[in-house]
């Protein structure tokens, strides 16, 4: 029972796989190309837009988290009161959907409404924050309203890991007479590896998936400043019908998947095993 | 739940370790930081419940922050039966309906499915046991696009691209490698001794399932649940593609009200539809809380 439901991944992957090397257009169609939509994808602008598009959101959106989510982590580490409130604050927005926050963003960052308005209104006449209409800024938009969606999973993950540190390092530390945050940043934190690397999986398979926000803050403009592969596959395979084109886009996009997380994914099992013995 | 039971995250409650006092420098920089991050945090769910209350013409002129001078409940009405969501203008209330109708079965079905998986692979072990289990961590990180076109393929051989029970399917697809995981982890971590002396007694592979494990897998069920039902609900890209124009969940009718408005935009009632797609599973995070964050952790795939 479990093989032939798994099947649906081979099974898929291999058809993929192989419309990516035909000349398929609207309809698959079974002829062979070799490589010859690999070749257009990466002559195509648009795929090479989104590319870099999804390099630079991705760096940003993952450095972010994790700052933000380690601080967070580690400033209610200190045995703050009203804990569970905050941890509550920092997650709930995970619980929503990214359609959901890329709405709420949007509203907020619109130039005429939004939060320039009411810089303006109290008197900042000349304060721009513009982005979301701006092509050379609008990735950013999205940086900042994922962030705002994601981070709080990070904290959670990372709390997880700190309170599994021995208290006996802090007396230890302590006692020698290290400062606190030189603790945190030179220990604690290569402690922290295996929930670390939890989060960069997590975080670096949401990068991927990129599609929800981007259509529901921009859909990908303005013009094509925010595109991203998973819009462009989504586009050319239902939009413009060139399922050979789209095919190629994916595999491009599971090799990279497949690079990347692959070998966090190794590493991360050996110190979780290390972490056991 | 026993502390050290395998999927437990969270250590014990700081009410348990000794607190310290709270007025040095120190301490208030601390309070500062993590006041003005809850701030940051909180100012958007601020920011939809104002507007949603607000008439347009104090939206036109107010700020985004100001509370409602008259406050109405008449965008929340109007996102729930009257916006436009495409060609018909009924509000949300038949995207709520069909979300309920593609999660409760899509759930029941992908968490049964899990624990039978799970179970087989940890228990019985069948041959290919590993090659099954390396394909299920290629399927729990494989893009979905790479899915997609040949899953709307075969659905549209048999007849369910755009149904129902086509949604149905595809969310079980996808949601199966993370609950074949999440049950294969959870058994185990239980002693085999238990999975012996009941097949010494005599019990076959179902007998055992029925009344030795799923009794006691009901932390992990509850931990599964929360997964399923927060994914497929705020799900976006399998309902827009497969659930047909009949049955389109809450997420992409949302998506349709905003993004399909011609002249001017009812930010009262989009921002009033965004929190009524978001009641569900927003309800789930602050009841089951600290359970739900398990589900998260324990979506990280555990090693």
Request: glycine share 10%; charged share 10%; proline share 6%.
């Given at each position: 029972m479990a093989a032939t439901a798994l099947g649906a991944y081979?099974?898929?992957?291999?058809?993929?796989?192989?419309?990516?090397?035909?000349?398929?257009?609207?309809?698959?169609?079974?002829?062979?190309?070799?490589?010859?939509?690999?070749?257009r994808l990466f002559r195509n602008a648009r795929w090479l837009l989104s590319l870099e598009n999804l390099a630079i959101y991705g760096a940003l959106f993952i450095a972010a988290c994790l700052v933000v989510g380690f601080l967070l982590a580690v400033f209610i580490d200190q045995q703050v009161s009203g804990e569970g409130v905050l941890r509550t604050v920092f997650l709930y927005p995970y619980a929503m959907s990214f359609v959901a926050t890329g709405l709420v963003w949007q509203w907020m960052l619109n130039?005429?409404?939004?939060?320039?308005?009411?810089?303006r209104r109290l008197g900042l006449a000349h304060f721009a924050f513009d982005w979301i209409v701006r092509q050379d800024m609008v990735l950013y938009t999205i940086v900042i309203a994922t962030v705002w969606q994601a981070s709080g999973l990070v904290m959670a993950l990372l709390l997880s890991g700190l309170r599994g540190i021995d208290g006996e390092l802090w007396k230890a530390a302590r006692i020698d007479g290290i400062p606190k945050w030189r603790v945190y940043v030179s220990i604690v934190l290569p402690m922290l590896w295996p929930s670390v690397s939890t989060a960069l999986i997590l975080l670096f398979v949401m990068v991927v998936k990129l599609f929800d926000a981007v259509v529901a803050m921009t859909q990908g403009g303005p013009g094509t400043a925010s595109e991203v592969p998973a819009k462009f596959i989504m586009d050319y395979l239902f939009g413009r019908a060139n399922v050979g084109l789209a095919s190629a886009a994916s595999i491009v996009l599971l090799l990279t998947v497949l690079g990347i997380v692959a070998p966090l994914y190794y590493a991360r099992g050996r110190a979780l095993q290390r972490g056991r013995e | 739940m026993k502390r050290d039971a395998p999927i437990a995250v969270l250590p014990p409650p700081v009410s348990a370790r000794p607190r310290k006092p709270l007025f040095t420098p120190g301490r208030l920089g601390i309070y500062v930081f993590l006041f003005t991050a809850a701030l940051f945090f909180l100012v958007p769910l601020y920011v939809m419940l104002v507007t949603s209350v607000k008439p347009m013409d104090e939206i036109r002129l107010g700020n985004i922050f100001a509370l409602p001078?008259?406050?109405?409940?008449?965008?929340?009405?109007?996102?729930?039966?009257?916006?436009?969501?495409?060609?018909?203008?009924?509000?949300?209330?038949?995207?709520?309906?069909?979300?309920?109708?593609?999660?409760?079965?899509?759930?029941?079905?992908?968490?049964?499915?899990?624990?039978?998986?799970?179970?087989?692979?940890?228990?019985?072990?069948?041959?290919?046991?590993?090659?099954?289990?390396?394909?299920?961590?290629?399927?729990?990180?494989?893009?979905?696009?790479?899915?997609?076109?040949?899953?709307?393929?075969?659905?549209?051989?048999?007849?369910?691209?755009?149904?129902?029970?086509?949604?149905?399917?595809?969310?079980?697809?996808?949601?199966?490698?993370?609950?074949?995981?999440?049950?294969r982890n959870y058994y185990a971590a239980l002693p085999r001794e238990l999975f012996m002396a009941a097949r010494i007694d005599g019990?076959?592979?179902?007998?055992?399932?029925?009344?030795?494990?799923?009794?006691?897998?009901?932390?992990?069920?509850?931990v599964a649940a929360i997964m399923q039902v927060t994914n497929i609900w705020n799900d976006f890209l399998l309902g827009l593609v497969f659930a047909g124009s009949d049955n389109l969940p809450m997420t992409v009718q949302l998506n349709n009200i905003?993004?399909?408005?011609?002249?001017?935009?009812?930010?009262?009632?989009?921002?009033?539809?965004?929190l009524l797609t978001s009641l569900v599973p927003l309800a789930l995070y602050f009841i089951s809380g600290r359970w739900f964050v398990r589900g998260i952790a324990n979506g990280a795939v555990k090693g």
């Open positions: 081979v099974l898929t992957l291999l058809w993929t796989a192989r419309v990516s090397l035909s000349s398929s257009r609207i309809f698959p169609n079974g002829d062979f190309v070799g490589l010859g939509q690999y070749e130039p005429e409404l939004g939060i320039q308005q009411v810089a | 001078a008259a406050p109405t409940l008449a965008p929340w009405h109007s996102a729930w039966q009257a916006a436009c969501t495409g060609l018909e203008c009924e509000g949300i209330r038949g995207g709520f309906v069909n979300s309920v109708k593609i999660t409760v079965p899509s759930v029941l079905l992908s968490i049964a499915l899990g624990a039978v998986n799970g179970y087989a692979l940890s228990f019985w072990r069948p041959r290919g046991a590993n090659l099954l289990f390396a394909v299920l961590m290629v399927g729990a990180f494989i893009p979905g696009q790479v899915m997609l076109y040949p899953l709307v393929r075969a659905l549209a051989a048999v007849e369910l691209y755009s149904s129902l029970p086509g949604i149905v399917i595809v969310h079980l697809i996808f949601g199966m490698p993370m609950m074949t995981l999440l049950f019990g076959g592979f179902w007998r055992i399932f029925f009344e030795l494990m799923l009794p006691m897998s009901l932390p992990v069920i509850v905003i993004n399909t408005t011609t002249g001017e935009r009812q930010y009262n009632v989009n921002m009033a539809a965004t």
